[in-house]
């Protein structure tokens, strides 16, 4: 995660985490290895070449660490292999149910900063607010549920409310960032709406949104239950994302009944399920149109990765940090992303990872990013706990011009590869922007749909850089 999660997660990484958060995309190093398909080994650990006997190795100067693995029974912690890019180193009506809020008690204590990292610093917070209608008419009651980036890596952080007699609701006022509202009814399509508060310029006011509830047109169904038991799975929630979007996390769901079952109402067309259970590995489902009616899926016990986030120089712990691990490789099942908060102690828990997987470990904070590549395997057993090392970054904050014209609501970042890269701002009124998360050190700025042409590099040094003037040009077709 660098400073990026989160442009729709379409079929391309890269693209999918533009959109889906505040942050900038996913690291070139890792969109590579995606884009080549790269596939770690199926075999069990003890099938591999290194002595079984071998409990611990660490092979010096190589950068890998390798334990010794066992069968995968339980929920259990990961042994890890980590690879790095260090210098010097290796390489009836149908009820629509409520969607739950895992391991709420067990989420990093949270103070009011939390997701400073989540909105952009020079918009003001805006309020999300609308009403929700069937047929023209106001609907009361419903449940109206406001995810994004945040509330997934943070469950305590998702809220909910209920439609009022007039159908409106309110959420109140939220940091400028990306968001989903979701509104939820019986034997209807749940209605949601996307929206991103760093618009300058939106096409539907954030506080005047309508959403539209439409009687169901296809319904997909089925029964989650455990791999090994096929014990029918309580509680496991189920999550519609668009078709090809492996990296969205937040998108109208439901939860399994007390015998496993879930039912949920769909947009026609091709979709992507994500299921996820306490105690088992994400998984995710692509169906085409012509299978949205029954799907079972069962779950296989999950891999729990463990970890501190620290600052590279001094070593000190650093809390609320999002840590993302995003799977390599598309063995099947299709293994989901997983993302948390590190919490005071700067301790992280990524739940729901496929045993015998390969991720790539992210983090950032509106002040460190992590800029150099970290790749884990993980397998069942007790393991070791992952360090990631976050850099300070800085703030800039600048102009964006065209012929000495402002240019407003366009896309900016910093990038330095192959790995760094700050959050994506949108230039506000005055083609202002500010962006947080800069790399230190000699960056490149990138703006959407224009060419720069000055500065040709941004050197950053400071903690905070000001009065920074962008002039760029459009991209021709």
């Known amino acids: 995660m660098s400073d990026s999660p989160l442009s729709d997660l379409p079929e391309d990484l890269a693209a999918l985490v533009a959109a889906e958060r505040p942050l900038p995309p996913v690291p070139p190093a890792l969109e590579a290895q995606l884009l080549a398909r790269v596939r770690r080994s199926a075999r069990p650990v003890w099938a591999r070449p290194w002595p079984v ?4 190795a660490v092979l010096a100067g190589g950068g890998w660490l390798v334990f010794r693995g066992r069968p995968p029974a339980e929920r259990t912690d990961a042994l890890v292999e980590l690879t790095t890019d260090a210098p010097g180193r290796a390489k009836g009506p149908r009820p629509i149910r409520r969607p739950p809020v895992f391991n709420t008690a067990a989420a990093p204590a949270l103070t009011a900063s939390a997701t400073s990292w989540f909105g952009q610093p020079d918009v003001p917070a805006a309020e999300i607010a609308g009403r929700v209608v069937r047929d023209g008419r106001g609907v009361a009651g419903l449940e109206v549920t406001l995810e994004s980036q945040a509330s997934a890596a ?7 409310t209920r439609s009022r007699d007039d159908g409106a609701f309110s959420f109140g006022r939220h940091p400028a960032g990306p968001y989903e509202v979701i509104a939820y009814a019986a034997d209807n399509e749940p209605a949601h709406a996307r929206i991103d508060l760093r618009e300058p310029q939106p096409a539907v006011r954030p506080d005047r949104l309508t959403l539209t509830l439409v009687a169901c047109r296809a319904v997909v169904s089925g029964i989650v239950s455990d ?23 937040v998108g109208p769901g439901t939860v399994t009944s007390s015998d496993g079952q879930y039912e949920i109402c769909v947009v026609p067309g091709p979709i992507l399920l994500r299921v996820e259970a306490a105690g088992h ?3 995710l489902i692509p169906l085409r149109e012509e299978e949205l009616e029954r799907r ?8 729990v990765l463990r970890g501190r986030t620290v600052d590279a120089t001094t070593g000190a712990p650093l809390a609320e940090v999002q840590v993302n691990a995003w799977p390599l490789g598309d063995d099947q099942p299709l293994p989901g992303p997983a993302t948390t908060l ?12 496929q045993p015998h997987n390969r991720y790539t470990i992210n983090a950032w904070r509106s002040d460190y990013i992590a800029d150099r590549d970290l790749t884990v395997d993980v397998h069942p057993g007790p393991g070791a706990e992952v360090v990631r090392r976050l850099e300070p970054a800085s703030r800039v904050a600048g102009v964006l011009r065209w012929r000495g014209q402002p240019v407003v609501g366009a896309h900016v970042y910093a990038d330095r590869p192959p790995y760094a ?17 800069v790399p230190r050190g ?6 959407d749909g224009y060419r720069v042409l000055a500065p040709a590099r941004l050197e950053v040094s400071a903690p905070e850089q000001r009065d920074v003037v962008v002039d760029v040009e459009p991209m021709r077709e």
């Open 53 to 56: 006997a071998l409990a611990v």
């Open 296 to 303: 079972d899926v069962q779950l296989m016990a999950e891999v």
């Open 227 to 249: 791999l090994d038991t096929s014990a029918p799975l309580t509680g496991a929630r189920v999550v519609v994302l668009p078709a090809g979007n492996r990296g969205r996390l």
């Open 442 to 447: 000699s960056d490149t700025l990138v703006v």
């Open 421 to 437: 890269r700050s959050f994506t701002s949108f230039s506000q009124a005055g083609g202002r922007f500010t962006l947080h998360g």
């Open 342 to 353: 590190s919490d005071a102690e700067g301790r992280f828990t990524l739940h729901g990872l």
């Open 154 to 160: 943070a469950p305590a952080l998702r809220r909910q």
């Open 281 to 283: 590995a994400t998984t």
